[in-house]
């Protein structure tokens, strides 16, 4: 049974820090591409960030600079370091899980279609 687990979302002011954590329960989170995504209410959802079995990372414009995403694959959990934060920002993160191989570009529209499985989410409100 495989299971994300979300935590480090909250309340922050602009120009804060937060860091999310995604647990992996089920599987071993380094051997799957691995995404954060947010959704504003009224928006579709979009691709924050992406973490290659390999490494590479893709970083979605509008956090470019920002935001950094990571994995602690002795814990099998996949992080994303959020630095200066804006009120944009605000949104519910989730993170995510694709067998194999990040394909699609994280900003691409049908990225969120690639990824098998998902977490809840943790919101982040910038104010």
């Known amino acids: 049974h495989v299971q994300l687990v979300e935590s480090g979302g909250g309340a922050v002011q602009t120009g804060g820090s937060l860091r999310l954590s995604c647990t992996a329960r089920?599987?071993?989170?380094?051997?799957?591409?691995m995404g954060w995504f947010r959704q504003a209410p009224g928006q579709e959802r979009e691709g924050v960030a992406s973490l290659d079995i390999d490494g590479r990372t893709q970083y979605a414009d509008s956090v470019k600079g920002r935001f950094t995403i990571s994995r602690d694959n002795a814990n099998n959990t996949l992080y994303l370091q959020m630095d200066n934060l804006k009120p944009e920002d605000t949104a519910m993160y989730t993170c995510?899980?694709?067998?194999?191989?990040?394909?699609?570009?994280?900003?691409?529209?049908?990225?969120?279609?690639?990824?098998?499985?998902w977490g809840q989410g943790t919101q982040v409100t910038v104010s």
């Open positions: 089920g599987y071993t989170l380094s051997r799957y591409c």
């Open positions: 995510a899980g694709d067998q194999g191989h990040c394909m699609t570009a994280i900003q691409a529209p049908g990225a969120p279609d690639e990824y098998q499985y």
